[in-house]
Nanobody, 123 residues
Framework: QVQLVESGGGLVQAGGSLRLSCAASGRTFSIYAMGWFRQAPGKDRDIVAAINWSGNTYYADSMKGRFTISRDNAKNTVYLQMNSLKPEDTAVYYC?????????????????WGQGTQVTVSS
């Protein structure tokens, strides 16, 4: 079992920045990649970005240039730096972990999930 705990959400004005953190515990040796997803009210949960322990990254097209995913292997922690935030970025952001080697961008491989953290961007 892998446990994931997110932090760093909150309320920010449009154009502002937030950094989300996700700390993994438990069977962390089984993790190949970690990712961030988000779900706005009434919408599906979509992938935002993902990173494996080698540092390879994936970004959804709409996040490129504004969001940066990074990781600290020693701390089993993944970060999501979000800049130039827009009201449409408002959502619950979830951290997830995958043990499927070689796959980074397929949401179906992420089986461990955090509880989510709310990000609200005001206009």
């Amino acid at each position: 079992q892998v446990q994931l705990v997110e932090s760093g959400g909150g309320l920010v004005q449009a154009g502002g920045s937030l950094r989300l953190s996700c700390a993994a515990s438990g069977r962390t040796f089984s993790i190949y990649a970690m990712g961030w997803f988000r779900q706005a009210p009434g919408k599906d949960r979509d992938i935002v970005a993902a990173i494996n322990w080698s540092g390879n990254t994936y970004y959804a097209d709409s996040m490129k240039g504004r969001f940066t995913i990074s990781r600290d292997n020693a701390k089993n922690t993944v970060y999501l730096q979000m800049n130039s935030l827009k009201p449409e970025d408002t959502a619950v952001y979830y951290c997830a972990a995958s043990s499927v080697i070689g796959v980074l961008a397929d949401p179906r491989v992420f089986r461990s999930w955090g509880q989510g953290t709310q990000v609200t961007v005001s206009s």
